[in-house]
Nanobody, 127 residues
Framework: QVQLVEDGVGLVQAVDSLRLSCAVS????????IGWFRQAPGKRREFVAA????????VYADSVKGRFAISKDNDKNTVNLQMNSAKPEDTAVYYC????????????????????WGQGTQVSVSS
């Protein structure tokens, strides 16, 4: 059984930093791509970042590029999302997801390639 569990600090002030973790069981992060998505109140879920199966490649949404960093810890089978210079517009429920499909960089921002999802964790950034 594959499970993904998100964890991280829930409330921060703007320009602060926080780190989200995604613990994966039932699949190895070393051979799967892991993505982070988020959904703000009243909005559609959107792509945030992904680290591909071959680990050396990361993909970011333009809105977080330069502020967020995604990384894998193969030993702990976790994927971390470091969020720096947080903004109120980063407030959302954050989800991690796992994909076994392999392809070009452009596919990793698509929700439909991910076959397992976590339950989500709330991140609130106050101004």
């Amino acid at each position: 059984q594959v499970q993904l569990v998100e964890d991280g600090v829930g409330l921060v002030q703007a320009v602060d930093s926080l780190r989200l973790s995604c613990a994966v069981s039932g699949r190895s992060v070393s051979s799967n791509s892991i993505g982070w998505f988020r959904q703000a109140p009243g909005k559609r879920r959107e792509f945030v970042a992904a680290v591909t199966w071959n680990s050396g490649d990361t993909v970011y949404a333009d809105s977080v590029k330069g502020r967020f960093a995604i990384s894998k810890d193969n030993d702990k089978n976790t994927v971390n999302l470091q969020m720096n210079s947080a903004k109120p517009e980063d407030t959302a429920v954050y989800y991690c997801a796992a994909a076994s499909i392999r392809g070009t960089r452009s596919i990793y921002s698509r929700e439909d390639i991910y076959d397992y999802w976590g339950q989500g964790t709330q991140v609130s950034v106050s101004s």
